[in-house]
């Protein structure tokens, strides 16, 4: 076995950190995806007053909203940011200040806009951190293959 060189460390380096962001994004797209199952099957509606709204553009994946609201729940105040879709975020821009919300009684600090109860941003990351991760495994399987199948028999 040869000794690695710098070179080597950086590839290795790299691939490491993809594949961790490529985790982080899985897991955060889960989480989103058991969040808006748990607000459909056990929220409670209230109203929150928006507190910003911004208007961002990520080239090609298109534009989209990041807004922030609070909201209060037996005497507490919650500050929450959310990412919405540009529909949503240009059709508030205009709108009423005040917004309906779901939460969780249970985790109040667990909201989302009645109009986007699910970020859907994270789930589509997720779906394509999916599908990126079967075509690099279908990638290594068939390259493995190739390598097993062109190694002298010794039978």
């Keep these: 076995m040869r000794n690695l060189n710098m070179a080597d460390l950086l590839v290795i380096a790299g ?5 961790l962001l490529y985790m982080i994004t899985l897991i955060m797209g889960i989480w ?41 729940v037996n005497d507490t105040t919650y500050t929450k940011r959310q990412t919405i879709n540009k529909y949503v975020a240009m059709g508030l821009l205009s709108g009423p200040k005040e917004v ?25 990351s997720m779906v ?10 279908l990638l290594i399987l068939i390259g493995v293959l190739l390598v097993a199948n062109n190694q002298p028999s010794y039978y």
């Excluded at 691939?15 to 594949?19: E, S, V």
């Excluded at 099957?41 to 609070?70: L, M, N, V």
């Excluded at 394509?128 to 495994?137: F, G, K, M, R, S």
């Design 15 to 19: 691939l490491c950190a993809g594949i």
């Design 32 to 72: 989103e995806i058991i969040t808006a199952h748990r607000l459909k099957k056990h929220a409670r509606s209230t109203t929150a007053r928006i507190e910003d709204i911004d208007i961002k553009s990520a080239g090609q994946a298109g534009t989209y909203g990041k807004i922030r609201f609070t909201y209060t």
């Design 100 to 124: 309906s919300i779901l939460f969780l009684p249970k985790k109040p600090s667990v909201a989302r806009l009645v109009q986007a109860p699910t970020n859907t941003m994270r789930i589509r």
């Design 128 to 137: 394509i951190v999916l599908i990126t991760l079967v075509v690099v495994a």
